[in-house]
Structure formats: C-alpha cells, structure tokens
C-alpha cells in the first residue's frame, strides 16, 4: 500500500501514477483463470489459438483487467477510501501474451466535487496497462467516487 493515499483535495487534473510493481503473465495463470472465468479456446490452447483472430495463446481480457486492478490497489494509484469504480469505458487493444510484463499508468483527467455530499467527488481517471515493450494491451477511463478531507 502507499504511503501517502490521496484525498479529492490533494488531487489535480493531469496528476499522474504509476504501478510500483509488475506483473509477469504466466502460460500457467492465463489457462488457469481462464478455465474458471473465460474457457474459450484461443484462452486455453495454443493449437487451437493459431487460427483465431489473436493467432495464439491470449489471455483473457478479464484476466487483464483483473492483473490490473492487483497494480492498481498496490499503490498504483494511492486514493483514501479505496479504488471504487462507478462507471467506465475499457479496451484492449492488443492481447496480453504469455511472458509480457505489465505495469500501470494512469492520469487524472477531470476532478468534480459533489454538490449535494460535500463529503466527497468524483473524479475520471484514464489508466493504461503496458507491457515490457510500452505497447497497450488495455485503456481503462473510469469515474470514481473519492472522499474529501474535510467539508468545505
């Protein structure tokens, strides 16, 4: 976890974060989460991967964001009261492949106290996921509720 977690306060447009760690998609995890969440051949086999639109062994978007939301809540992005999407638009842009390392970017793109909870805003965030190579495998814009520090 950060050390320092961020209120709607402390936040600005164009604040950017990065993960503080990695992760290392397996052949191993990608079967795996996929044989209990997304069992789709071009997910479990790499024969069968060959002649889809991915042409070999992919993991599942799901499984991409999932790696993404354990960058995201391991200091990625340091928001007080916790990572609480209310809505989102995500794409993957290319697949997460066995052997790619990922890492987290994100942005905040617009930050919007609440008029009727002054206890707390909503603010956008743009969060991209990179492999070793910089290339895009998702792009998450997302509105999260986040706490004030204090009633204006």
């Known amino acids: 976890m950060a050390d320092t977690l961020y209120d709607l306060d402390d936040l600005s447009i164009g604040q950017r974060f990065a993960s503080r760690t990695s992760v290392t998609v397996t052949e191993e995890r990608i079967k795996s989460f996929a044989a209990e969440f997304d069992p789709q051949p071009f997910h479990l086999d790499h024969e069968a991967a060959k002649p889809t639109l ?3 062994l992919a993991a599942s978007g799901w499984h991409t964001a999932a790696m993404t939301m354990k960058l995201v809540t391991d200091g990625g992005i340091p928001i007080a009261g916790g990572i609480i999407g209310a809505s989102g638009e995500l794409a993957w842009p290319r697949p997460t492949r066995p052997g790619d390392v990922l890492r987290v970017e994100a ?11 002054p206890d707390r805003g909503m603010i956008t965030m743009r969060i991209e996921t990179k492999n070793q190579k910089d290339e895009l ?8 509720p986040v706490p004030r520090k204090a009633a204006p």
């Not at 942005?107 to 909870?117: A, M, Y």
């Not at 495998?137 to 999260?144: A, I, L, W």
Request: charged content about 25%; hydrophobic content about 35%.
């Open 54 to 56: 991915f042409g070999g």
């Open 107 to 117: 942005e905040v793109l617009d930050i919007t106290p609440s008029k009727s909870r």
């Open 137 to 144: 495998v998702q792009s998450f814009t997302v509105k999260m």
